[in-house]
């Protein structure tokens, strides 16, 4: 059983940034893709951000040019920066992981808040 845990939400001003941590525990098979997802109330919950194993990355519209995501596969962590946060960017931030053999496993989120 995989279980990724998130850290780094929080409460901060507009224009400024976080660093969101997921780290993913207890994997017995290698994980491919590393997702970061979002949640506000009322809303669907929208992809914002994933890597694979490789490297690759896709970057939801919306927040290119502001957020990265990164990984390290030593330590099956994915970190998501996020910088000039818009009041927009509020919501629970939610990390996927989905293994080699298809298996995919959500984190409890975190929640930032962008607000003055």
């Known amino acids: 059983q995989v279980q990724p845990v998130e850290s780094g939400g929080g409460l901060v001003q507009p224009g400024g940034s976080l660093r969101l941590s997921c780290a993913a525990s207890?994997?017995?098979?290698?994980?491919?893709?590393m997702d970061w997802y979002r949640q506000a109330p009322g809303n669907k919950r929208e992809l914002v951000a994933s890597?694979?194993?490789?490297?690759?990355?896709n970057t939801a519209d919306s927040v290119k040019g502001r957020f990265t995501i990164s990984r390290d596969n030593a330590m099956n962590t994915v970190y998501l920066q996020m910088n000039t946060l818009k009041p927009e960017d509020t919501a629970v931030y939610y990390c996927r992981v989905v293994t080699f053999t298809g298996d995919q496993y959500w984190g409890r989120g975190t929640q930032v808040t962008v607000s003055s």
């Open positions: 207890g994997s017995r098979f290698a994980i491919d893709s």
């Open positions: 890597i694979t194993w490789r490297g690759r990355t």
